[in-house]
């Protein structure tokens, strides 16, 4: 059932909903993927070019290139980001780096994203072991994303893998409304309004989407309401207060892997067990959260944030009927200090710390034929984690072009198990890693500048990695797997930055970044048995080139690129086989290829859009992934593939009285190319064949209609 209106049109927001300060570059930055500020990078407000850290942000009017239902859709232009949907709905998965990659797989939880700190609005959507799942996260409600691409361990945690932020915080200085209609092939149907209030000098806005996707493979339908709503509020001239609030509602299916001679003669089906068991979740989760910022005093700030975040997560997963219901909460303090350093010097000291906490029960249940849940009680537990992080750093500016960052946080990460059924599992263990950085940046000119950066990770497993599962009879079963240690890492990046804009002349905007990195990983996790299984691999190195870029000319013509080339492979990897039948044998994997990652991959646009208002919007997009390995052996091979897109849009149509309107139509896999989306890692294999992938969706035309008045 679909909410709002009910018609088959959809939404995509107008201009008139976009609101970020200016739109295109010509007459602002905020179309260009390199703006001046990040929140994120170093938690505090800094210009991209001062932080030594590759960072890329995605404005609204990305977003709202995006077919409006996939996340990977508006990441695919990031460099170095790999944003895979594993069904063509909402089941996302995102790699930075390589970091990331092993959700995949029979006990990923399908949807979720591992080893990437994920915000909101500042609150994390990453659980306190790891996992994330995107479910309050809709890009009809999202004004930017902020995408950090380095190692932000130092800063943020558990994350070595980086940060992706996203803001729901629209701008605006006087009322707003909209409306969006989006439909698109598959069955795809879309309904969202947003509006925004002022009150005196505070600001109220409120978002309401609904999304209903037939799928196009069996068994991958989904459906999603989403409401978020925010509010912001100074309190007297040093004190400002941010409150958001967000709830959803997600059910998909789960159609599985394929073997290769499945995915050949019908990628429709769903994999037969996965149909048999009707594999699906549906998971119903809030949150309430809380910031406040103050200014106690000249170069002086505190803030402190807190929420809440409950969830009711069902599934029918590996034969069971399964209830997760957990309560998320946490906050965190900070301070900041600029200060002189005298002779021309300058520092910026910040401090803080975070606390979360998730637990809950977990209970399943035995399955029936029609995929219900059956009589039989088989787990009752809670299953508990806690992340506590005190983190420090002191940024130097020495003189006009040298600044110098400093820093380290200290993580410590607890599980424990509380069986019901069984109390000799009970169990507990804590993760506590110390994680250091150390940065340059260099300005070559205001518009221009070089950095360097050291720096160490950390990345815990995630909660259904530290359950380990019984293999073949063999394994000793225990709440808490011993053989995972958490990941470490230390990152060697160096990188280059311009944010030129040219006033006059044929090229308005020359904006680049590149990055350059080499990690060297210890106690790398990979999933066995299509993820029924983890333990920890030894050692990996990472190397990689990113570069984005972004050309803009006076007629209007605008191309961007995202390219990345990537070598990460095993240098010391040695497994039992014991689990593949063949007791006492070794196999050494040193020197092949991390499973999941694929060479190369990137993305290109080419856009024409005139400045005339309401003038039409045209654009043709490509995106290129290479072939990569689903086994640590490197024989099942995951095929590359290229796939075109088109689009062209009416933008800002005045209406008169300040009311706009919009309208768009997009195509994505122009050619409608066969191909496979996502993979599982590691993948059971029956009869001699792999049961490894998951097929991307063929052509689709989406349509939107917009309206909206004010801003």
Do not use: C
């Amino acid at each position: 059932m679909r909410a709002f209106t009910g018609v088959g049109l959809i939404l995509v927001w107008t201009s008139s909903l976009q609101g970020q300060a200016g739109d295109t570059l010509g007459r602002d930055t905020a179309a260009y993927r390199l703006p001046e500020l990040t929140a994120v990078a170093t938690r505090a407000p800094a210009r991209i070019l001062d932080v030594p850290l590759a960072v890329t942000v995605i404005g609204r009017r990305e977003l709202e290139g995006a077919n409006g239902l996939r996340a990977d859709a508006a990441l695919r232009a990031v460099p170095g980001v790999l944003a895979q949907s594993r069904s063509g709905g909402v089941d996302v998965r995102i790699t930075i780096r390589g970091f990331g990659a092993r959700g995949a797989g029979d006990r990923s939880n399908a949807g979720t994203t591992r080893g990437i700190r994920i915000l909101q609005d500042g609150f994390p959507e990453t659980e306190p072991d790891g996992r994330t799942a995107l479910d309050l996260v809709d890009l009809a409600a999202v004004e930017g994303v902020e995408v950090v691409r380095s190692n932000a361990s130092a800063s943020w945690g558990n994350a070595a893998g980086g940060v992706v932020s996203f803001s729901t915080v629209p701008a605006f200085e006087r009322p707003f409304l909209g409306a969006v209609q989006q439909a698109g092939g598959f069955g795809l149907f879309r309904e969202a309004v947003r509006g925004g209030w002022t009150v005196g000098a505070g600001r109220l806005w409120l978002a309401a989407v609904r999304t209903d996707f037939a799928g196009w493979r069996e068994q991958s339908e989904s459906e999603r309401s989403l409401v978020s709503a925010g509010a912001l509020a100074p309190l007297g001239g040093r004190t400002l207060l941010r409150v958001h609030a967000a709830a959803a509602d997600n059910a998909f299916g789960i159609p599985g892997p394929l073997t290769r001679a499945a995915l050949e003669a019908d990628p429709e089906a769903a994999n037969p067990v996965y149909r048999e068991r009707r594999e699906r979740r549906h998971n119903r989760v809030g949150r309430l959260g809380a910031a406040l910022e103050h200014r106690a005093g000249e170069g002086v700030w505190l803030s402190a944030s807190a929420f809440v975040n409950p969830k009711r997560l069902l599934r029918s997963e590996r034969g069971t009927f399964r209830r997760f219901e957990r309560v998320h909460l946490g906050g965190s303090l900070g301070a900041r200090w600029e200060h002189a350093l005298g002779a021309g010097a300058r520092g910026t000291l910040q401090a803080g710390v975070d606390e979360a906490w998730q637990d809950g029960p977990a209970r399943f249940w035995s399955l029936t034929p029609e995929g219900e849940r059956g009589s039989e009680l088989r787990t009752d537990k809670n299953e508990g984690a806690n992340n506590f992080g005190v983190f420090a750093q002191e940024v130097l500016s020495l003189g006009e072009r040298l600044d110098l960052t400093l820093g380290a946080r200290w993580d410590a990460i607890a599980y424990s198990v509380r069986d019901r059924l069984n109390p000799r599992l009970d169990d507990r263990r804590t993760f506590a890693r110390l994680s250091p950085k150390v940065g340059v940046v260099w300005r070559l000119s205001p518009e221009r500048s070089v950095y360097a950066a050291l720096g160490g990770g950390v990345e815990a497993p995630a909660g259904n990695e530290t359950d380990p599962a019984s293999t073949f009879g063999q394994d000793t079963v225990t709440a808490i797997n011993p053989l995972l240690e958490p990941i470490r890492s230390t990152t060697w990046e160096a990188g280059f930055k311009e944010l030129g804009a040219r006033p006059t002349g044929f090229v308005r905007a020359l904006r680049y970044d590149l990055a350059l990195y080499w990690t060297e990983v210890r106690d790398e996790i990979v999933p066995y048995r299509g993820g029924r299984f983890y333990f920890s691999a030894g050692r990996v190195r990472r190397r990689g080139a990113e570069l984005g870029l972004q050309v803009r000319t006076a007629p209007g013509v605008e191309l961007e690129a995202a390219l990345t080339g990537a070598d990460h492979r095993y240098t010391a990897y040695v497994v039992d086989s014991v689990h593949y039948g063949r007791p006492g044998r070794l196999a050494d994997y040193g020197g092949n290829r991390v499973v999941g990652v694929p060479a190369s991959w990137g993305s290109g646009a080419l856009r024409w859009a005139p400045a005339a208002p309401g003038g039409p919007e045209l654009e043709l997009g490509v995106q290129r992934v290479g072939g990569y390995w689903a086994d640590d052996a490197n024989t099942v091979r995951v095929p590359g593939y290229t796939l075109w897109s088109a689009g062209a849009a009416l933008r800002a149509l005045r209406l008169g009285r300040g009311a706009s309107a919009r309208a768009s139509v997009r195509v994505e896999n122009l050619g409608n190319e066969r191909y496979v989306a996502s993979a599982f890692l590691n993948p059971d294999v029956v009869d001699g064949e792999p049961v490894a992938f998951e097929p991307g969706l063929p052509r689709q035309v989406v349509v939107s209609v917009g309206v909206g008045w004010g801003r």
